[in-house]
């Protein structure tokens, strides 16, 4: 046997291991994600949090809370399970849905399934509910829209419609119809 074969069968073992690492690690990786990149992985999450926003005199203006809020990096989405909103004009609104998503900026948040929006009565009348599949809401402006189906009740009297816009400061909203009513007189 001379020197050159011997170094061969010396090689050998580690050319195995390495054929045979190499091949472990392309059965254990996940198909089709090459590129952690690609991957919709949070980067963190936060339980039972609350938001609150002030005016410059320190009069609270609303609060923004949830059970769960999970922050997407690939593409900058936070999700927000159970998500509630409360803006404390006169009287106070509060949006409630099964899921939230806050948008880039947090400028906007995408309220779906089954959203509750509730007026307290003024002085002392009827709460007036707002129920909807999705409402875009713009917090600083206290703008929202709702595209899909709106029914809106107070006491017995329902309002439905094809899509609502809404202004909190102004007061003003409007439903894009058909519209459909029903109205009771409350004594």
Do not use: C
């Not at 254990?28 to 926003?53: K, T």
């Not at 509060?94 to 948008?103: I, N, R």
């Amino acid at each position: 046997m001379t020197q050159r074969s011997s170094n061969i069968w010396t090689l050998l073992p580690l050319l195995l291991i390495a054929g045979l690492s190499f091949w472990l690690v392309s059965a254990v990786a996940p198909e089709g994600r090459s590129s952690g990149a690609l991957r919709h992985d949070p980067d963190y999450w936060v339980d039972q949090f609350s938001i609150r926003r002030f005016d410059a005199d320190g009069r609270l203006l609303s609060a923004f809370w949830g059970q769960k809020m999970t922050h997407y990096p690939d593409d900058d989405s936070t999700v927000v399970a159970d998500p509630k909103l409360v803006f404390f004009r006169e009287p106070a609104v509060k949006m409630t849905a099964s899921t939230g998503l806050v948008g880039k900026d947090g400028k906007e948040i995408t309220l779906t399934d089954t959203v509750l929006i509730r007026q307290e009565g003024k002085s002392g009348g009827l709460p007036i509910e707002l129920r909807t599949n999705a409402v875009v809401l713009n917090p600083d402006t206290e703008q929202a829209r709702a595209d899909g189906h709106v029914t809106i009740s107070q006491g017995k009297s329902i309002i439905s419609g094809r899509a609502l816009t809404i202004d909190n400061k102004s007061g003003v909203s409007v439903l894009d119809g058909p519209v459909t009513a029903t109205f009771h007189n409350t004594p």
